[in-house]
């Protein structure tokens, strides 16, 4: 039916932008930086895999229960959350390209970002990701029954994976040790949004 088309439309498209970027990125870097340290030790590695499988089968929760759904209804909410998709997964792909973009011009080497969406928000790709996986709990939501409303579990989950844990805060950290003392840093972190990608609104206001 439409509904499973586009439910696995979605989980499909999200999938071939991320592993496409990641598979630019590093042919241009020639390494992963996520492996730093890991890949020489099998244990690590392997669970580094194993975390990360667990992860997704908890994030991809609400899609995995709708594509089991014999006959999916498409409402209001449905189009809401495909609403919901949309603007993520284009705010997440502009946001990462102008990231890429930046980071590879020799001008801006050991530099921070701060134009197009990073001019709004220091994190807006992260943002895109949560609006992703929101939208689409939204999409399935009319479909669910009894205990399956659990399974909002999994937008949940990567918005504290991101906002709490791996995401965010090491990169925070990072910076404020990189750039300690940069007043321009200073300024730009605190008059820019963390996540959400709007106008600035300086922090004493």
Known sequence: TLFHILIAGMVTIWGIRLSGFLF???????????FDGVREHFLKFARFWF??????????????LGLSKENGTLRFVSFLGLG???????I??????????????????DKWIDSGLWHFARHPNYFGEMTVWWG????????????????????????C???FVTGIPPLEKTYSRK?????????YRNSTRLLIPLPKILADK
């Open 24 to 34: 630019i990125r590093i042919m241009k870097t020639q390494r992963d930086k996520r």
């Open 51 to 64: 975390l990360q499988a667990v992860a997704i089968f908890i994030i991809m929760l609400p899609s995995i």
């Open 84 to 90: 919901i998709w949309i603007v993520g997964i284009l």
């Open 92 to 109: 997440e792909s502009v946001a990462d390209w102008q990231k890429f973009v930046f980071k590879n011009k020799e001008a801006n080497r």
């Open 136 to 159: 689409l709990y939204l999409f399935v939501l009319p479909t669910f029954g009894g205990v399956e409303y659990v399974s909002i579990v999994g937008p949940v989950f990567i918005t």
């Open 161 to 163: 994976l991101l906002l």
């Open 179 to 187: 750039y300690k003392g940069n007043m321009e840093y200073q300024q």
